[in-house]
């Protein structure tokens, strides 16, 4: 995949693990150089009494014995708050020495737009935005306001952003189009510093609840998911441990008894297969239930595959297939690549850049009796017959 991304010009990538485990991310880091591929490195921020200053100020320095491009202290589930970015942005400052520093929030608790403030303050110079509609909500903030309240401070963002009006434009006609969401400032929510769930994960969860018909539950699962992740020995609620969490849960809750169901998932994680740091911080009595059935033992002996990649190749359709192809299969799926091969042609977008032409064509598809253009001198105007 790296190989492939860097033919074409992509060189640089941001990695991360969920338990910031920096001495694996240096090893991937080195083999990533060795492709032509630097990297920035995640620091990701979580609340415990595991993730206190000491932990971050051991992981800043962990992160900076690799050597990467740069480090991102990230806020994945939007939980800083601004007093508690002032002290860790500047307690990871202190123990990265000259490697660059990026801030990376999520709106989900409507704090990230004040966050990113202070993470200036205190000398951070790469922040992540995003241009509405698709910006806000548990989006990043937007570029626009980013760019104004920094102004307002006095500083100088290197941004153009009269250029991304039309992108904005673009995109909100196109959602006012198609009645799709549009990304909003959210209300500060406390409760969201308990159950930690991830913007997008939450309302799947909401959703599949719904499904299922257990709507009402929906409060009883988020204090579900607390309990859990403290037994779970405090994973960082990120992809894929924030999944497991609210999948046991769940179950928990609509079983009624808690641990009576596992899943495969949180089985592999008590067994160590997603790191040790886990399997060893969890509750003793918990992991001790969680491993005490069948499937467990069934799973502890199982020997995963490691095919080759001419194995895989075969698998997802054989050598004629390209490189591009290949990867596309592997990762989306081969149903969503030939839907895709069968999907009719992108829909084009009326605006002002289009031929004149174009112009009156979709014009007079729509139930309109007179109009008027005018551009300087010329001027054009069309009426329907009585």
Known sequence: MIQTVVKYGIDLTRTSNAWNNFELLGKEAI????????????????????????????????????????IC????????????????????????G?????????????????????AVKEGVRIVHTAIPPLANGSSQPSVFNVASNLRALGYKPLVNTDVLLAV??????????QGLPVGAPREYDQAWYGHQVPGGMISNLRHQLKVMGKEEKFEEVLEEISQVRAELGYPIMVTPFAQFVGSQAAINVMVGERYKEATDQVIQYALGLWGKEGSDAMDAAVKAKILDRGRAREIEKTVYPEPSLGEVRKQYGGAHLSDEELLLRFYAGPEFVDALKKAPPRKEYLDARKPLVRLVEELGKKKLGHVYIRKGEFSLTIQKDS
């Open 31 to 70: 083999e990533l150089k060795k492709l032509g591929m630097d990297t920035v490195m995640n620091l990701i921020y979580a609340i415990s009494p595991r993730h206190t200053d000491e932990y971050y100020a051991q992981k800043a320095r962990d992160a900076a014995s690799c050597k990467p491009y740069r």
């Open 73 to 96: 202290f990230k806020d994945v589930g939007g939980m800083l708050t601004p007093e508690r970015t002032r002290t860790l942005v500047r307690l990871i400052k202190q123990n990265i």
């Open 98 to 118: 000259e490697i660059p520093l990026e801030f990376h929030a999520h709106c989900n608790n409507g704090l990230a737009p004040f966050n990113l403030l202070e």
């Open 168 to 177: 904005r434009d673009h995109f909100s006609r196109i959602a006012k189009e």
